[in-house]
């Protein structure tokens, strides 16, 4: 995480605006950030699973029970 910090000081001054929204960006959740970093396991795989299942829920909103959107995602995830 030192390194992170070191890069954090030297670029945060940088004329490119998108260098400066990046690191602005890592310094609004810092402690994720560094989390990352120290450890070698994350959620990022469930957190796809629920962008997912929240995806297929709003395609079909309003179309079907419970039921049936269970079955959906069950077939989606065993092709």
């Given at each position: ?68 959107l ?10």
């Amino acid at each position: 995480t030192e390194k992170l910090h070191n890069w954090i000081k030297k670029y945060e001054k940088s004329s490119i605006q998108g260098i400066q929204s990046f690191i602005h960006g890592i310094k609004r959740d810092i402690v994720a950030v560094e989390n990352a970093i120290k450890f070698e396991y994350s959620n990022g795989l469930a957190e796809g699973k629920i962008n997912k299942i929240k995806l297929i829920k709003r395609m079909m909103y309003g179309r079907c029970k419970f039921e049936t959107l269970k079955n959906k995602i069950l077939l989606i995830e065993h092709n």
